[in-house]
């Protein structure tokens, strides 16, 4: 008989911030931590005042689980690491973040009315220089916004931030692979402006456009959960 199913949190490790909400992955996928995620990402955080908004752009994040034992490479500074060990004993990084890290509830599901709403969103990996457009993610060349149905950049970013030491299966079929961008830093932008820090840094420290493979990755990993 299998144990319980791992448990996984969003945290923020530089605002030291967890979204409240936490469950199996399969839960977190079809809750609204992803678009609650997309919200807290969104710059320029124009939306007449709503609070929030932004407010995670540029910050480490990481979907972590509960049997998470081994940091992915760069995820935590020598100090940090330190103050899990001290704190768990070990490298229990969970329990240590859902413990000393404030919890904040996930923001509302309901897109906000921002500047650019009539724009193509760029979603960016600032640590990697990477971008996916919502475009392509959308899969519908005239799409405009930050918000895509049914697969958006917070289920993608999900998918690419979830970390545990255990292998994770999806309840609904599909393996999950553990993320190669857990503990990497994020904006979503309009892509006038990701366009214009691509060509000032086309040579000094190149983006790329990764847009159609994470469009594939995210619709494999998730196509059962919808």
């Not at 971008?131 to 999900?158: H, I, N, Q, S, T």
Request: aromatic share 10%; glycine share 8%; proline share 7%.
């Amino acid at each position: 008989m299998s144990g319980p199913a791992q448990q996984f949190a969003l945290f923020n490790l530089d605002k030291r911030q967890s979204l409240s909400e936490s469950g199996n992955i399969s839960r977190l996928m079809c809750s609204g931590t992803p678009p609650g995620l997309v919200y807290l990402l969104l710059k320029p955080a124009k939306s007449n005042g709503s609070d929030g908004l932004g407010a995670w752009a540029g910050h480490r994040l990481v979907c972590a689980g509960d049997r998470l034992k081994e940091y992915p490479n760069g995820m935590l500074n020598s100090e940090e690491e330190q103050e899990v060990e001290k704190y768990t004993g070990g490298r229990d990084f969970y329990r240590f973040a859902r413990d000393a890290f404030d919890q904040i509830p996930v923001p509302t599901s309901a897109p906000p009315k921002i500047n650019g709403a009539d724009k193509v969103w760029v979603l960016r990996n600032l640590s990697k220089r990477l971008y996916v457009r919502a475009d392509v993610l959308a899969g519908k060349p005239d799409f405009k916004g930050p918000f895509v149905e049914p697969f958006g950049f917070g289920d993608l970013l999900l998918a690419n931030i979830t970390w545990s030491s255990d292998s994770v299966n999806m309840e609904y079929g599909h393996a999950l692979v553990l993320g190669p961008w857990a503990g990497d830093r994020f904006d979503i932008v309009p892509w006038e402006v990701a366009k214009k820090d691509i060509k000032k840094e086309k040579k000094s420290n190149p983006w790329k456009d990764v847009s159609e493979e994470q469009a594939k990755r995210t619709r494999m990993l998730l196509a059962d959960i919808f």
